[in-house]
Nanobody
Framework: QVQLVESGGGLVQAGGSLRVSCAVS????????MGWFRQAPGKEREFVAD???????????YYADSVKGRFTISRDNAKNTVYLQMNSLKPEDTAVYYC????????????????WGQGTQVTVSS
């Protein structure tokens, strides 16, 4: 059984930074494609970032246009953990952030992801 546990959310002022983490168990982590999504109240869950194993020693990264240049997805395979570093945060980044394990399918489609964490709240004050 694959389990994902997010942590690191909180309250931060606009312009600040925050890093959220997602610890994964139950699967060989290094070959997993991992994504971050977010969901604000009254809105649909939206893609934020994804890291895909290249098949070798590197990983591809994908980002939503709204976070490109501000957010960075990374991973520590020794710790079975994927991170989302969020800089220059804006009030519109306020949401519950979820990590997920991707199967086949497009990185931006939530239906491509088969296992989800419980989410961590990120609130950006103006």
């Amino acid at each position: 059984q694959v389990q994902l546990v997010e942590s690191g959310g909180g309250l931060v002022q606009a312009g600040g930074s925050l890093r959220v983490s997602c610890a994964v168990s139950g699967r060989t982590f290094s070959s997993l494609s991992m994504g971050w999504f977010r969901q604000a109240p009254g809105k649909e869950r939206e893609f934020v970032a994804d890291t895909k194993w290249s098949g070798g020693r590197s990983y591809y990264s994908y980002y939503a246009d709204s976070v490109k240049g501000r957010f960075t997805i990374s991973r520590d395979n020794a710790k079975n953990t994927v991170y989302l570093q969020m800089n220059s945060l804006k009030p519109e980044d306020t949401a519950v952030y979820y990590c997920a394990v991707r199967g086949d399918g497009s990185y931006y489609d939530p239906k491509s992801y088969h296992y989800w964490g419980q989410g961590t709240q990120v609130t950006v004050s103006s």
